[in-house]
T-cell receptor, first 114, second 114 residues
Framework: DQQVKQNSPSLSVQEGRISILNCDYT??????FLWYKKYPAEGPTFLIS?????DKNEDGRFTVFLNKSAKHLSLHIVPSQPGDSAVYFC?????????????FGTGTQLKVEL | DTEVTQTPKHLVMGMTNKKSLKCEQH?????MYWYKQKAKKPPELMFV???????INESVPSRFSPECPNSSLLNLHLHALQPEDSALYLC?????????????FGPGTRLTVL
């Protein structure tokens, strides 16, 4: 049972445009959400996070939006750059589990084209 | 120093071998994690250590044995593995194993079991 879902396995965007990556979750005990970027042959790199008490968090070109009622979060990258091409994972933390346990989505491959 | 290092980068072992994966961080983090990632799948949590004590074991088979010799080091001892254990093994660390703490990942060890 996939508790964190990224329904788009891939996304292609032109350089300079906005990239929107989506993530849905089913577990209402998730209270902290993160986005990671992963290049081939490297470990995931932390990008941005959001607590369930907020609906938006912004850091430079990256903004994460959280809609708790819809159990949906999204990552906006603007403007998109070729170096943003990577696999993006959303992750969620279940506060009841303890130990900062993260559940990851299946990932979305973003390709930013010139 | 803001990185998590893992050795070796690649490991090939037979089903009767004993080997160890090593992970190190010098960020003063008190929580460390082992994840397993199969191809085209998200990382899956295996173990969490908090203040050098095992706090979460996600029902991992005993052929995987974690060890935390000190707050900077995390090992994963491997014995009698199966070919289906071939995967990328990722180590991560965070400031604490509670609260809103992002996890920082190492580059991983690519393990092949013959």
């Amino acid at each position: 049972d996939q508790q964190v879902k990224q329904n788009s396995p891939s996304l292609s965007v032109q350089e300079g445009r906005i990239s929107i990556l989506n993530c849905d979750y089913t577990n209402s005990m998730f209270d902290y959400f993160l986005w990671y970027k992963k290049y081939p042959a490297e470990g995931p790199t932390f990008l941005i996070s959001i607590s369930s008490i907020k609906d938006k968090n912004e850091d430079g070109r990256f903004t994460v939006f959280l809609n708790k009622s819809a159990k949906h979060l999204s990552l906006h990258i603007v403007p998109s750059q070729p170096g943003d091409s990577a696999v993006y994972f959303c992750a969620a933390r279940d506060f009841t589990g303890g130990g900062n346990k993260l559940t990851f989505g299946t990932g979305t491959q973003l390709k930013v084209e010139l | 120093d803001t990185e998590v290092t893992q050795t070796p980068k690649h490991l090939v072992m037979g089903m009767t071998n004993k080997k160890s994966l090593k992970c190190e961080q010098h960020m003063g983090h008190r929580a460390m994690y082992w994840y397993k990632q199969k191809a085209k799948k998200p990382p899956e949590l295996m173990f969490v250590y908090s203040y050098e004590k095992l706090s979460i074991n996600e029902s991992v088979p005993s052929r995987f044995s974690p060890e935390c010799p000190n707050s900077s080091l995390l090992n994963l001892h491997l014995h009698a593995l199966q070919p289906e254990d071939s995967a990328l093994y990722l180590c991560a660390s965070s400031q604490e194993a509670s609260g809103n703490n992002e996890q920082f990942f190492g580059p991983g060890t690519r393990l092949t079991v013959l």
